[in-house]
């Protein structure tokens, strides 16, 4: 996977006339800061690893959507439960072939948090962590997570595989937190 070709075809299946970035940058996972590192170099749900790094659950909001044939893409936000506090922004393409109709049902209520709905169903996943990236917040992103245009943060590219097929890819970005 090229992290370049991947986050542009993420990023346009919403097209914005404010870009969400100003730069994003491939990084190594070893040259992360932490607490940045533990977020996002992993193989795990980013849900279940906000929810313990911020000691709360997570609320989703979906900001825009839309399903082509069987494949279904949304742009996201995780909050802390109860609040307006974004923890997380994210956009997701998940090709519904892979789960059930009570799992696709669930993901297109848009009610709970992706990681969670897998986790709830006992969907057998593994998640193949592609890049980590240094993104520089452009209008777009700014104006979502509630932060400065400029500032820096950094997120990640994954696959995530159910029942050992390519089922999910994603673009996970946190919240600012240094």
């Not at 825009?64 to 069987?70: F, I, P, W, Y």
């Not at 997701?92 to 986790?119: S, W």
């Not at 993104?135 to 700014?142: D, E, F, R, V």
């Amino acid at each position: 996977m090229n992290p370049q070709d991947e986050l542009d075809a993420l990023v346009k299946l919403f097209p914005n006339e404010q870009r969400l970035f100003e730069r994003a940058e491939h990084v190594s996972s070893a040259s992360l800061p932490e607490p940045y590192k533990s977020l996002l170099a992993h193989y795990h749900h980013m849900t279940v690893t906000m929810e313990e790094y911020h000691e709360t659950s997570v609320d989703v909001t979906v900001l825009d959507q839309r399903l082509d044939e069987n494949i279904y893409s949304r742009q996201i936000l995780l909050s802390k439960s109860g609040t307006d506090d974004v923890v997380q922004f994210g956009i997701v393409r998940f090709n519904f072939d892979y789960v059930t109709q009570a799992v696709k049902d669930e993901i297109l209520a848009g009610e709970i948090p992706l990681g969670r709905v897998l986790i709830n169903h006992n969907v057998l996943r593994h998640v193949d962590l592609g890049a980590v990236l240094r993104i520089t917040a452009g209008p777009g992103l700014s104006k979502v997570m509630k932060i400065e245009p400029g500032q820096i943060t950094y997120g990640r590219l994954a696959t995530i595989f159910c029942n050992q097929q390519p089922a999910i890819d994603l673009l996970e970005v946190s919240s600012p937190l240094l």
